[in-house]
Nanobody, 122 residues
Framework: QLQASGGGLVQPGGSLRLSCAAS????????MGWYRQAPGKQRELVATVTGHGSTNYADSVPGRFTISRDNAKNEAYLQMNGLIPEDTAVYYCNADILVAVSSAIAEENNYWGQGTQVTVSS
């Protein structure tokens, strides 16, 4: 249901743009977000964006990262600038999606993407 892409190897100070695409029997995609998990650490929130465009960021990234979405495409993006080695992690897309389970019934479920590796190193 969620496909993340855009990770890679970048030098400190560089930029990357992650993309997350939702697919399936979608009625509506509600809050979308990005989380990350560094080696040996717990998964942590990076940023979220609601269906109305309200955003929330972790204390470690405001001003460097920007989350956005395209509701027509059911996609979310994370523009990452000024990357530092501490940003190295697997980045996961997450979304609350209202899916049609029949012609008359829809239910909201939470989904995770498969993760995309971001490595910041010289």
């Amino acid at each position: 249901q969620l496909q993340a892409s855009g990770g890679g190897l970048v030098q400190p100070g560089g930029s990357l743009r992650l993309s997350c695409a939702a697919s399936g029997n979608i009625v509506r995609v509600n809050t979308m977000g990005w989380y990350r998990q560094a080696p040996g650490k717990q998964r942590e929130l990076v940023a979220t964006v609601t269906g109305h465009g309200s955003t929330n960021y972790a204390d470690s990234v405001p001003g460097r990262f920007t989350i956005s979405r395209d509701n027509a495409k059911n996609e979310a993006y994370l523009q990452m600038n000024g990357l530092i080695p501490e940003d190295t992690a697997v980045y996961y897309c997450n979304a609350d999606i209202l899916v049609a389970v029949s012609s008359a019934i829809a239910e909201e479920n939470n989904y995770w993407g498969q993760g995309t590796q971001v490595t910041v190193s010289s």
